[in-house]
């Protein structure tokens, strides 16, 4: 299950609109390990009026939740989204850049749109959020064959690797150094498929 909690200050939650409280993702999360579902939870950082010490609140949650997998986000205005149409307003972004962005599922390095603090500064609050949790989100002692696997297709793409770790060195994100290892490995899988 993928809970989009969002943030752990009620204050945040209230002004996203959110008709739900920290309490309330408490209680859900201790249900879901109740019935031994695995969860997912994610969490959005960089909202107008967000201050650091409700992003601290909102990474004691996270910890506090215990999910199986833990992803931060930064606020993205997607167009049509009424952030979109407040971020457009209050000039927070340019509607052109937004375009040209390459918005996917993967995290951007610098956010889109930052409004209360530096792109700089909430990179370094998302890294520090999101590398805490590396551990708990990509080792399992469940996946040993398949990072046997990954360990091998690295060594036969020794390019491929010494570029995902160039990009890692500049970001420092192990989220981002293990989707770019993950990547590699689809692709090998994929090149192998189209020579059968």
Same mark, same amino acid.
């Given at each position: 299950l993928d809970f989009g909690v969002? %943030?752990? %200050?009620? @204050? /945040?939650?209230k002004t996203m609109k959110k008709a739900t409280t920290v309490g309330a993702a408490l209680n859900a999360f201790r249900l879901t390990r109740r019935?031994?579902? #695995?969860?997912?939870a /994610?969490?959005?950082?960089?909202?107008p009026g967000e201050t650091e010490a409700d992003m601290?609140? /909102?990474? #004691?949650?996270? @910890?506090?939740? #215990?999910?199986?997998?833990t992803v931060f986000y930064f606020l993205t205005p997607y167009p049509g989204t009424p952030i979109y149409r407040t971020a457009v307003e209050?000039?927070?972004i340019e509607p052109a850049r937004l375009e040209a962005e390459r918005l996917t599922h993967r995290q951007v390095d610098l956010p889109v749109m930052a409004i209360e603090h530096s792109p700089e500064r909430l990179a370094a609050i998302r890294r520090r959020f999101q590398n805490h949790f590396f551990l708990r989100n990509y080792l399992s002692r469940h996946n040993t064959r398949f990072y046997l696997s990954l360990l091998g297709v690295l060594a036969r793409r020794p390019a491929e690797t010494a570029r995902c770790l160039a990009r890692f060195s500049r970001t420092l994100r192990l989220d981002d150094l293990a989707e770019s290892v993950f990547e590699i490995h689809q692709r090998w899988h994929r090149d192998r498929a189209e020579l059968r």
């Open positions: 969002e %943030s752990g %200050s009620d @204050k /945040t939650l019935q031994g579902l #695995r969860c997912c /994610t969490f959005i950082l960089g909202f601290e609140e /909102t990474f #004691r949650l996270a @910890k506090d939740i #215990r999910a199986d997998y209050n000039h927070w």
